[in-house]
């Protein structure tokens, strides 16, 4: 669903927003995410390898997995955000025409 927003100075953010399905804000939590797998994966190397004893990979891993909750609990307060800024932008939007229509 594309919603129609309004011409104005915030007209071009929402447009860019929507093309090719990229949201605002998230590519640096996405970023994360690719590092913290490869940091994963290095730390599985290592231990197979016996660079790593279990135990000291085991803490790292909880420590990767702590990492990947937080940087997931990032995104979603972002999309809360976002999505309330739309919400409160469609009902000024909707108010806007309730009053065209009284008045106009």
């Given at each position: 669903?594309?919603?129609r927003t309004p011409?104005?100075?915030?007209?071009?953010?929402?447009?860019?927003?929507?093309?090719?399905?990229?949201?605002?804000?998230?590519?640096?939590?996405?970023?994360?995410?690719?590092?913290?797998?490869?940091?994963?994966?290095d730390i599985r190397r290592r231990l197979l390898e016996g660079e790593l004893l279990p135990n000291v990979a085991a803490v790292a891993v909880q420590s990767i997995n702590t990492d990947i909750r937080a940087v997931g609990a990032t995104l979603k307060a972002r999309e809360q955000e976002e999505i309330a800024t739309r919400l409160e932008e469609l009902e000024t939007l909707l108010e806007q025409r309730k009053q065209e229509r009284r008045y106009g």
């Open positions: 669903m594309v919603l011409s104005g100075p915030h007209r071009g953010a929402s447009a860019a927003r929507l093309e090719g399905g990229k949201r605002g804000g998230r590519g640096r939590p996405v970023a994360e995410l690719g590092a913290l797998r490869e940091e994963n994966a």
